[in-house]
């Protein structure tokens, strides 16, 4: 079985930063794309960022040049730095991964998620 384990999250000021890591863990023959959701209260979740197993990034518009994703190959995780925050950055974030469990078998996994909240 494949688990997705998030950390990092908390409180913080607006303007301050938070670094946001994701481990995988389990039944891994290879982890595709790697990404960074959130939900926010009464809203849909979307994409924050993402990264690929080449390393090319994706950034939604509103957090280009404020957030950061990298991933650790060797040690399977995936990080998000993020700096400037902002009110409505708060949300719970969700580590997401397409992991292969052998060539043939692939699946999409989630996280449980991590609370971020930035103050005003």
């Known amino acids: 079985q494949v688990q997705l384990v998030e950390s990092g999250g908390g409180l913080v000021q607006a303007g301050g930063s938070l670094r946001l890591s994701c481990a995988a863990s389990?039944?891994?023959?290879?982890?595709?794309?790697m990404g960074w959701y959130r939900q926010a209260p009464g809203k849909q979740r979307e994409l924050v960022a993402s990264i690929t197993s080449g390393g090319s990034t994706n950034y939604a518009d509103s957090v280009k040049g404020r957030f950061t994703i990298d991933r650790d190959y060797g040690k399977k995780t995936v990080s998000l730095q993020m700096n400037s925050l902002k009110p409505e950055d708060t949300a719970v974030y969700y580590c997401?991964?397409?992991?292969?469990?052998?060539?043939?078998?692939?699946?999409?996994?989630w996280g449980q998620g991590t609370q971020v909240t930035v103050s005003s």
């Open positions: 997401n991964a397409d992991i292969l469990s052998s060539l043939v078998l692939s699946n999409n996994y």
């Open positions: 389990g039944r891994i023959f290879k982890i595709n794309v």
